[in-house]
């Protein structure tokens, strides 16, 4: 059974500061991985995709991926409220059609 | 820009009558899906299809048909509603990333 693991939370962090979201999963044939942002009520929006080991940057957000961990994260700097949503790690792997959804981790942003 | 769109927002049904979900994208991808999500659940695959007139059975099939007669389209059919498909439906399309439509909110009541 393939699996993607995420803390729940809530994760809180202050205005500014980084927050850290983490994600491990099961299968290690998985080699595509992403991170949705949802907000309440809306659907999942694509923010990122890594595919490589190491650190994919994109504004204020950056990927990181290490395959021989099986570990996943995104990092989010400069924080702002209006990051608070839910972030749903997803992986992918070769063949298959399906993408392995996490069950997200809650952000909270404070002001 | 990437476009997967929903027939509805918003549906309120009562119970035993017969639903049908409509999704179209824009982007000529191959791969489509239907996910239901409910609080604490997270998002769990009904069905998904890969091709015009395949059809593949997901996590939780039971109570749901779909058809993809078109490779831009991909709808899901609730025969016969009952309380417990309260829930937003949602769907996806994928060349190697999902993109998923803005939902459908099912009431049954």
């Known amino acids: 059974q393939k699996e993607v693991e995420q803390n729940s939370g809530p994760l809180s962090v202050p205005e500014g500061a980084i927050a850290s979201l983490n994600c491990t999963y099961s299968d290690r044939g998985s080699q595509s991985f992403f991170w949705y942002r949802q907000y309440s009520g809306k659907s999942p929006e694509l923010i990122m995709s890594i595919y490589s080991n190491g650190d994919k940057e994109d504004g204020r957000f950056t990927a990181q991926l290490n395959k021989a961990s099986q570990y996943v994260s995104l990092l989010i700097r400069d924080s702002q409220p209006s990051d608070s949503a839910t972030y749903l790690c997803?992986?992918?792997?070769?063949?298959?059609?399906?993408?392995?959804f996490g069950a997200g981790t809650r952000l909270f942003v404070k002001a | 820009d990437v476009k997967v769109t929903q027939s509805s927002r918003y549906l309120v049904k009562r119970t035993g009558e017969k639903v049908f979900l409509e999704c179209v994208q824009d982007?000529?991808?191959?791969?489509m899906f239907w996910y239901r999500q409910d609080p604490g659940l997270g998002l769990r695959l009904i069905y998904f299809s890969y091709d015009v007139k395949m059809k593949e059975k997901g996590d939780i099939p039971e109570g749901y048909s779909v058809s993809r007669e078109k490779k831009e389209r991909f709808s899901l059919i609730l025969e016969s509603t009952s309380t417990n498909q309260t829930s937003m439906y949602l769907c996806?399309?994928?060349?190697?990333?999902?993109?998923f439509g803005p939902g459908t909110r099912l009431t049954v009541l």
């Open positions: 996806a399309s994928s060349g190697y990333e999902q993109f």
């Open positions: 982007m000529d991808h191959e791969n």
């Open positions: 997803a992986g992918g792997f070769t063949g298959g059609f399906k993408t392995i």
